[in-house]
C-alpha cells in the first residue's frame, strides 16, 4: 500500500532563508504527489501536483517540488520564505493500485522567524 | 472562490453520546471524502463517498460510522456512540474527479470533536 513520510515535524527558518521540507513515499506503481497546506482555522488547500509530466512542479507562492524516483523523494522548496509561508504542509500520494485514494503525511509545521 | 463548509467548527460530547458532522461540499463535486487527525498524528483516510454510496472506507471506519447525503448538497458522517479515541479534527472534502491521478480535493476547515 502507498505511504508517505515527512521528516521533521517541526521546521524553522528565518525569513529570506530557503524553506526545504522533506518528503519520501512509498508506491508499488508510479504514484501521483501532491503537497497541501493548512493555514490556521482553514481546510488544506493545494500547493502543487506531480502528474508524470516534468520532475521538477511549480506550485503556488514560489514553491517547487522535484520527484526523484530514485530516492522515492518529493521535497518541498521555497529559495526564500516569507512570513506568510507559515503554516502546516502536508506532503500526499495516491496510485492506481489504491484506487486513487489520496493519503497524507502527518505533515510539517513551518515557523518563519523575523 | 467555491469552498467547502463544515460544522460545525468545534463540539464537545460526551463518551457514548451520537455525534453528527455535517458538510457542504462544493456543488458540482461528484466525489467526497471524509479524513481524519488525531493531534499530532497523519491525516487519516475514512470514506470516500460517490453515486449516494460508499466507494471506499478505512479500517477506521467501522460499523459505529456512517456517512449520508440526505439532500444532495449536505454530506454527513454520523458516529453512533462516541469513544474517547475519536477525539479528533475531522475533515471533509470534495472533488470533481475522483478516478485519476490528478484528483485534486477541496477541503473544509475541519469540525473538532472532543469526547469527554
Redesign the interface.
Known sequence: AQSVTQLG?HVSVSEGALVLLRCNYSSSVP??L?W?VQYP??????LL?Y??AATLVKGINGFEAEFKKSETSFHLTKPSAHMRDAAEY?CAV???AG?????????TRLFVKA | EP??TQTPSHQVTQMGQEVILRCVPISNHLYF?W?RQIL??????LV?FYNNEI??KSEIFDDQFSVERPDGSNFTLKIRSTKLEDSAMY?C?SSDD?????????????SRLTVL
Open positions: 515535524s504514484p501521483y501532491f497541501y482555522n482553514q481546510g488544506l488547500q493545494l501536483k502528474t508524470s502536508f495516491s496510485d492506481q484506487g486513487f485514494k489520496t493519503i497524507f503525511g502527518a505533515g | 469552498e467547502v471524502y479524513y499530532g498524528q497523519k491525516v487519516e483516510f470516500s466507494s471506499e475533515f472534502a475522483g478516478n485519476s491521478g490528478a484528483n485534486v480535493l477541496t477541503f473544509g476547515a475541519g
